[in-house]
């Protein structure tokens, strides 16, 4: 195991002030090892998100200044006395994971030895904080701690420290030719896109159409004589609306392609937003993939008023068996809630504010709806984000063209100026690089 590298006093962190709109580069203390599970990072990037951007406009219920973000990708350069080579019946990071080591965190704290993150659930671990929350300084920094650090760190210097589909020695060759920019999308967004979309496809609501048998023999694996029904063809096809075309959709968009490729589903998809450039950056994005990441279902990509009608048009009026909304306030719900079918479900990976949900008991009760809400279980997704960043470099590779996820990375001096147009719909997914 390195040496701990000797750290400054003083970096260079991006802060969110109260009550909003106010973002400002200052001199902040190098975070030190508090806990004996923590790891302190030299983050070498950190990116903006959507979800930066409740607390941004003062939606967060936060009051307290503190440093944003919660996607960074970076070097251990310093562990706490629990990271050692016998550490028994720990998360196996915790005796492994060296200084040097490169990482990234998925965007909450789980400890990995809980009940909770037992089942796949990490993202709601009783001992989790979201990084750039009051709890717990964010990642738009030169340095973050991280607690719970065995736990929570994906060691990236280590493939065989992570399941995955892939064998170690594909894992291992497309990590050397992966760059920290698309893998800092493991940290939150690609993880959710892929949540976004399993959601929806492994949905109860779901399984008719996938199974080709009818609600409750579709959890069958007996045919139950006398009940059997002949599927036509339009009762096979799964009709998917994904609503925001923000980084995090343009992700759910790509993660549901493939996934209904994969296993050949039928399937027709609306991937809806109201401005014009999200929708450019969407197509251009799909006209990238090739077939295999595909498939040959259709795909359009509407503004909100031209997908009711194409919804209305491709299902004789039923709606969407899957709604993915992908926006987290109360016109996207609203949306989604007019575009799902009877027997559908909504998946919302948005981050809902306070108001009440537009939506009431009688007119879910009216329609048999499930709204299915909450933040991914990163540290869960990750294996199968990893696979899927891999496959889809075309996309999640490059920056800055058409069909890049990623638009651009800029220094800290462009931080105020860079939530000001993220917030404005203005650019795509943008990165800070703390050391430029
Ligand atoms: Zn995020
Ligand atoms: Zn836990």
């Not at 998925?106 to 990084?131: A, I, K, M, Q, S």
């Not at 929350?133 to 994906?154: I, M």
């Amino acid at each position: 195991m390195a040496s701990p590298q000797s750290l400054p006093d003083t970096q260079k962190a991006i802060r969110w002030h109260p009550p909003s709109y106010d973002i400002r580069v200052e001199d902040v203390p190098v975070p030190r090892v508090q806990h004996p599970d923590d790891a302190i990072i030299k983050v070498k990037l950190g990116a903006l998100c959507g979800s930066d951007l409740h607390i941004y406009r003062g939606h967060g219920g936060v009051s307290q200044a503190h440093t944003c973000g919660h996607e960074f990708i970076g070097e251990v350069v310093a562990l706490g006395e629990n990271f050692r080579s016998n550490a028994q019946g720990r998360p196996a990071l915790y005796s492994s994971l060296s200084v040097g080591d490169k990482v990234v965190s998925p965007f909450t704290v789980n400890c990995g030895e809980c009940h909770v993150c037992r089942l796949g659930y990490t993202g709601r671990c009783p001992d989790g904080y979201l990084f750039g929350s009051p709890a717990l300084e964010g990642g738009q920094a030169q340095y973050v701690r991280v607690p719970r650090a065995g736990g929570t760190l994906f060691n990236l210097s280590n493939p065989s420290t992570w399941s995955s589909a892939l064998p170690n020695d594909v894992k291992q060759k497309a990590l050397s030719n992966i760059s920290d920019s698309s893998l800092l999308l493991l940290a939150d967004i690609l993880p959710t896109g892929v949540f976004a979309a399993l959601q929806a496809i492994n949905h109860p609501k779901v399984a008719p159409v996938i199974t080709g048998k009818p609600w409750p023999l579709c959890f069958s694996k007996d045919v139950v004589p006398g009940n059997e029904v002949n599927f036509t063809d339009s009762d096979r096809m799964l009709t998917i609306a994904i609503i925001g075309l923000g980084p995090v959709g343009v992700c759910a968009t790509v993660s549901m392609l493939d996934v209904l490729a994969t296993r050949d589903i039928p399937f027709q998809i609306v991937a809806i937003d109201p401005i014009e450039s999200r929708r450019e950056k969407m197509k251009a994005v799909y006209d990238t993939i090739d077939a295999a990441g595909k498939g040959s279902g259709k795909f359009s990509v509407l503004s909100i008023d031209e997908a009711k009608v194409r919804v209305e048009e491709w299902t004789n009026g039923v709606g969407a068996t899957a709604v993915l909304e992908v926006v987290g306030n109360t016109s996207a719900l609203n949306l989604g809630y007019e575009l799902v079918r009877a027997f559908g479900v909504i998946v919302s990976v948005g981050v809902h504010g306070a108001p009440p949900l537009p939506v009431t008991g009688r007119q879910l009760y009216n329609k048999n709806v499930s709204l299915d809400f909450g933040r991914c279980p990163a540290r869960a997704m990750f294996p199968m984000a990893f696979d899927l960043l891999v496959k889809r470099q075309d996309v999640f590779g490059k920056v800055g063209e058409p069909a890049s996820l990623i638009d651009r990375i800029v220094d800290f001096s462009q931080a105020a100026e860079s939530y000001r147009a993220f917030d404005k719909g203005e650019v795509g997914k943008v990165i800070f690089d703390p050391w430029n």
